[in-house]
């Protein structure tokens, strides 16, 4: 935040449940300071979204990142989508346009921005998970003509979101070694404090295959431990974060900030934790 706060500080937040692990306040305040810009960012744990939505509007805040379990839910209180969203069928950012909600979605290009370099055309891509995130990086990998398939325990969920995007469906008792040339987890499995659990065994892995873990916390998760282990490529959570935090900020203040800096924030507040 630049300056002390007064009644022209405008207000961001993000909204979810949990939300304390969250690093999202570090990096928008920081960037808010480094710009100049009379904001702050705060962290909303709540209950139901749409109070959630509600408080947007009575208190003026001028945008909200919305994150577990809320991505899809929140769509319905919204004014205006994206059609990125829309075809996503998730939300995880809102703009407040002189009191019009617009919903948008910045992960699936998070998602996909540090995953180009691969060159995703025809690659086998499996996504572990069926959630928001999943929606997401599915539509990304479609885009860039991704050969998808989603990977779940719970079948029908699975098998709903690989009919969404004309994908393969998996159990994810059947993966089997080799078999995909990127891996993606969208699951918690691995988050902070569950920190030794994996979604997928190590030996099912092979130094050929790209491995991405979104789970940010900690940055380097047993998927991205087990992978790098095995000599895989890997992308670990920071770059997706980090990547649809600086297309949030964009959104918000039409600055385009540097990813680096961002990067520099985040680890130091990992950093600031150890300490």
Same mark, same amino acid.
């Given at each position: 935040? #630049?300056?002390?706060?007064?009644?022209?500080?405008?207000?961001?937040?993000?909204?979810?449940?949990?939300?304390?692990?969250?690093?999202?306040? #570090?990096?928008?305040?920081?960037?808010?300071?480094?710009?100049? /810009?009379?904001?702050?960012?705060?962290?909303?744990?709540?209950?139901?979204?749409?109070?959630?939505?509600?408080?947007?509007? *009575?208190?003026?805040?001028?945008? #909200?990142?919305?994150?577990?379990?809320?991505?899809?839910?929140?769509?319905?209180?919204? *004014? *205006?989508?994206?059609?990125?969203?829309?075809?996503?069928?998730?939300?995880?950012? /809102?703009?407040?346009?002189?009191?019009?909600?617009?919903?948008?979605?910045?992960?699936?290009?998070?998602?996909?921005?540090?995953?180009?370099?691969?060159?995703?055309?025809?690659?086998?891509?499996?996504?572990?998970?069926?959630?928001?995130?999943?929606? #997401? @990086?599915?539509?990304?990998?479609?885009?860039?003509?991704?050969?998808?398939?989603?990977?779940?325990?719970?079948?029908?969920?699975?098998?709903?979101?690989?009919?969404?995007?004309?994908?393969?469906?998996?159990?994810?008792?059947? =993966?089997?070694?080799?078999?995909?040339?990127?891996?993606?987890?969208?699951?918690?499995?691995?988050?902070?404090?569950?920190?030794?659990?994996?979604?997928?065994?190590?030996?099912?892995?092979?130094?050929?295959?790209? =491995?991405?873990?979104?789970?940010?916390?900690? @940055?380097?998760?047993?998927?991205?431990?087990?992978?790098?282990?095995?000599?895989?490529?890997? /992308? *670990?959570?920071?770059?997706?974060?980090?990547?649809?935090?600086?297309?949030?900020?964009?959104?918000?203040?039409?600055?385009?900030?540097?990813?680096?800096?961002?990067?520099? /924030?985040?680890?130091?507040?990992?950093?600031?934790?150890?300490?």
């Amino acid at each position: 935040m #630049a300056g002390k706060i007064n009644t022209n500080t405008q207000l961001y937040c993000i909204m979810g449940n949990p939300v304390g692990q969250s690093k999202s306040p #570090a990096m928008h305040n920081a960037l808010f300071k480094n710009n100049q /810009i009379n904001a702050v960012y705060l962290a909303f744990e709540i209950e139901n979204i749409s109070t959630g939505v509600k408080a947007i509007r *009575d208190l003026n805040i001028k945008g #909200a990142s919305i994150t577990i379990p809320f991505k899809k839910e929140v769509f319905q209180y919204l *004014d *205006d989508v994206d059609h990125h969203a829309k075809k996503i069928g998730a939300v995880n950012t /809102i703009v407040n346009e002189k009191g019009k909600l617009k919903g948008y979605n910045t992960d699936w290009s998070g998602a996909i921005e540090p995953l180009k370099k691969y060159n995703i055309n025809n690659k086998k891509v499996g996504i572990i998970g069926a959630g928001g995130s999943a929606h #997401a @990086i599915a539509y990304g990998i479609k885009e860039q003509h991704g050969n998808l398939t989603i990977i779940n325990r719970d079948e029908k969920k699975g098998q709903n979101l690989a009919s969404q995007f004309d994908a393969k469906f998996l159990s994810l008792d059947k =993966i089997e070694k080799g078999v995909f040339d990127i891996l993606i987890n969208t699951t918690p499995l691995g988050m902070h404090p569950d920190i030794n659990f994996s979604p997928i065994r190590k030996e099912l892995l092979t130094k050929e295959m790209v =491995i991405m873990d979104i789970v940010y916390n900690p @940055i380097e998760t047993k998927l991205i431990k087990d992978a790098k282990s095995v000599g895989c490529k890997t /992308i *670990d959570g920071l770059a997706m974060f980090v990547y649809q935090g600086a297309q949030q900020f964009k959104l918000w203040t039409g600055i385009e900030p540097s990813i680096e800096y961002i990067k520099k /924030i985040v680890i130091k507040e990992f950093n600031n934790e150890k300490n």
